[in-house]
Structures are given as C-alpha cells and as structure tokens.
C-alpha cells in the first residue's frame, strides 16, 4: 500500500521558517518525480515546488527565493523548506508522487502564517 505521510505543518508568523515533510511508503522513491501542493479553500490546488528523478527543481513564481525542495531517496523522504513564510503562503499542502500514469497524493498538512 502506498503512503505519502505529509508533517511539519503548523502556525508560523510572517517572515518566519517552517519545514514540511514527506514521508513515502510502498513506493521506490527514486523513480517518481516529486511535488508539493498547496491549496486554499475554494481555490484549486496549485503547484509550489517540483524535484525531479534527476534533482532538477522548479518553483512557482511566488516561493522562488524563499521556498527549498529537497529529497533524500534512501529515506524515501521530500522536503520543503519554507523560509520568510508570508501570510499569503496558508493553505494546506500535499505532497505528490508521480511517474508516467501513475500519481500518489498525501492527505495534506495545514499552514497558516499569521500573527
């Protein structure tokens, strides 16, 4: 059975640090291309940051410069550091796996940067 376990989330304040994980089971994590969501409710689920199979990585406009996504593949473990968090950044975010047809998603962790 394939997991993805998203932690980390939380209350951070504006221009503060928050570091999401996730956590992959029943998959080879070194084959799939891996991403974080998020999403704001009544808004669609929007694409922050994506690590390729190859390390290549991409980021949404709005987080360049402040947001880091890394992986580990022998701990089957992706990562997003989130550094000078704006009140903009709340929303839940996912975490997903992907390879060719196939795609995992995790049941999201919550973040909310306020005061």
């Known amino acids: 059975q394939v997991q993805l376990v998203e932690s980390g989330g939380g209350l951070v304040q504006p221009g503060g640090s928050l570091r999401l994980s996730c956590a992959a089971s029943?998959?080879?994590?070194?084959?799939?291309?891996m991403a974080w969501y998020r999403q704001v409710p009544g808004k669609q689920r929007e694409l922050v940051a994506s690590i390729f199979r190859s390390g290549s990585t991409v980021y949404v406009d709005s987080v360049k410069g402040r947001f880091t996504i890394s992986r580990d593949n022998a701990k089957n473990t992706v990562w997003l550091q989130m550094d000078d968090a704006k009140p903009e950044d709340t929303a839940v975010y996912y975490c997903n796996a992907q390879r060719q047809d196939v795609e995992f998603w995790g049941k999201g962790t919550l973040v909310t940067v306020s005061s």
């Open positions: 029943g998959i080879i994590l070194r084959i799939f291309d």
